[in-house]
């Protein structure tokens, strides 16, 4: 062998890596996304936080089903009968569903979906929110989002409110962080509809697993009055802005479908990662939706998740 | 989006500065080139998970380099739903082709322990000195520096310049041939 066992091994090295073809750079970090995906739905090693919905005219209304400028009524079950109860999401508002087995589809029929703030049960910061996408009653679909504080992405995606078949919910249209995730469905732990089981198919990140959510309405610090001081502010993208007061109310111009979209809002509480705005209807008075941000300090960048998908919004200068 | 975009250009220098020359310090700390590209791959993919942090260490390589060697060794990173996930889909080159010195190379690094490997390889290879080796393997310097010193006795019938073995462990930092390309 030669004497110079460093040039040797380097020679070695670099013969042997000569041929072989990296993969591309975007390529890995649509890998690096996918483990994040797994990772925050089953909060592996992360803390979680919280997801996202929306709601009402401009912001939100894409996804179909989702009807544009359409007003929803939170608090209310997806049941297919008229709401009986307007405003704020609370949890004396939210309706108890009916049994519900995850082991039969027979128990499910006039069984509701809870709309509403869950909580995971395992003792890890994270949160999954159902939202109503149209007027209560008339939709077929739910929204439903999985969020994560700090960071992206978020899922989001539709659930249809149709009775489940085989004990689960379909979650469909699973975007997370722009990447499409099919297969989760999500079905109710117990018999009393009090937990909440959200299931991951395996995937090339990983083998199937479960996540449990609580009703956990208490999560949500209602009747807050001041917006954090890092969010309060004018937040811009290429189609409008928002703007948040420091006294927690919330306005926003948007172009949306052609037309531009004014509304707002007061800030109904906060979650951890998030917060949730209370849609004032046109008329000026009552609540017509539920509008959910989410402000990321790392990236310095305010999302609001809508029938489009998150619209990420930066600060103004 | 502007900061993002810069966020994932710079990434992708990163990655495209980096790619093979880690790859090829962790084919040589294990001998399995294939092993070697999925592992790589996989830590790039963690470190794009978390890169606002990985950007701002002193060395991210050295970061990318121990992620790597852990997947490779480790058991679970040898799933089938793992490899998939990073094969290329053009067939690479599994069994580089090897002047006789150097199967004959790696044929002797094969005898060594994995640790004895892994030292050889960040000091004579990667270039790092004994207290950056012992950071990097999270050992204290007297283990790294018997590693090094009973590798070099196991290779010295194949390396003359092991035939006294112990000698050029004070030769500090200095990054090796490899960062030469």
Same mark, same amino acid.
Request: proline share 4%.
């Given at each position: ?105 027979? /128990? ?39 969020? /994560? ?54 995937? /090339? ?15 949500? /610090? ?96 | ?16 500065? &980096? ?147 112990? &000698? ?14």
């Amino acid at each position: 062998m030669p004497e110079s066992f460093d040039r040797l091994l380097a020679d070695m090295a670099r013969s042997a890596v000569s041929e072989t073809r990296p993969p591309l750079a975007a390529q890995v970090r649509r890998r690096g996304k996918q483990l994040t995906v797994r990772r925050r739905v089953l909060g592996s090693a992360v803390a979680f936080a919280a997801v996202c919905g929306v709601v009402a005219g401009g912001l939100m209304a894409k996804m179909p089903g989702i009807g544009q400028g359409t007003s929803v009524v939170p608090g209310t079950t997806y049941s297919g009968l008229p709401s009986t109860a307007a405003g704020p999401v609370t949890s004396s508002t939210l309706a108890a569903p009916g049994p519900l087995s995850t082991a039969g589809a027979s /128990s499910a029929a006039g069984s509701g979906l809870v709309q509403g703030l869950w909580k995971r049960s395992d003792g890890t910061v994270g949160y999954l929110i159902i939202y109503p996408t149209g007027l209560a009653g008339t939709s077929q679909y739910a929204g439903i989002g999985i969020t /994560s504080s700090g960071s992206f992405p978020l899922c989001y995606g539709r659930i249809s409110t149709a009775p489940p078949d085989g004990g689960a919910y379909s979650i469909t249209d699973v975007s997370c962080g722009g990447d499409l995730v099919s297969g989760m469905t999500l079905s109710y732990g117990d018999t009393a509809g009090h937990t909440l089981r959200v299931h991951m198919p395996s995937s /090339s990140g990983g083998s199937a697993a479960d996540v449990l959510y609580a009703e956990d309405q208490a999560a949500l /610090s209602v009747g807050a009055t001041a917006a954090p001081t890092a969010v309060a502010g004018t937040w811009t993208d290429s189609a409008g802005s928002v703007t948040l007061a420091a006294g927690g109310t919330v306005g926003w111009s948007v172009a949306s479908h052609g037309s531009l979209q004014t509304g707002s809002g007061t800030v109904a509480g906060y979650f951890d990662g998030g917060m949730v705005v209370n849609v004032l209807c046109a008329t000026g008075s009552g609540v017509c939706g539920v509008l959910q941000l989410q402000f990321d300090a790392g990236l310095g960048r305010l999302t609001v998740i809508g029938g489009d998908g998150p619209q990420v919004f930066t600060r103004k200068n | 989006m502007a900061e993002l975009r810069a966020h994932e250009a710079d990434f992708d220098e990163f990655f495209g500065a &980096s790619f093979r020359r880690v790859v090829s310090q962790i084919y040589a700390m294990t001998g399995n080139l294939a092993e070697a590209e999925d592992a790589v791959a996989e830590a790039y993919a963690k470190a794009w998970q978390r890169w606002s942090l990985v950007r701002g260490y002193t060395d991210p390589e050295a970061w990318i380099r121990t992620v790597a060697y852990r997947l490779a060794v480790s058991s679970w990173r040898k799933a089938v739903n793992r490899r998939a996930a990073h094969r290329r889909a053009a067939a690479s080159a599994e069994t580089p082709e090897l002047s006789a010195d150097h199967l004959a190379l790696v044929d002797a690094l094969r005898q060594i322990s994995a640790e004895q490997r892994r030292a050889i390889v960040l000091f004579h290879l990667v270039g790092l000195s004994i207290s950056e080796i012992a950071a990097e393997t999270d050992s204290p310097e007297g283990t790294v520096k018997s590693h090094l010193n009973r590798g070099r006795k196991a290779l010295a019938p194949l390396v003359s310049e092991f035939a006294t073995a112990g &000698s050029g462990e004070s030769r500090g930092s200095r990054y090796g041939l490899a960062r030469e390309w």
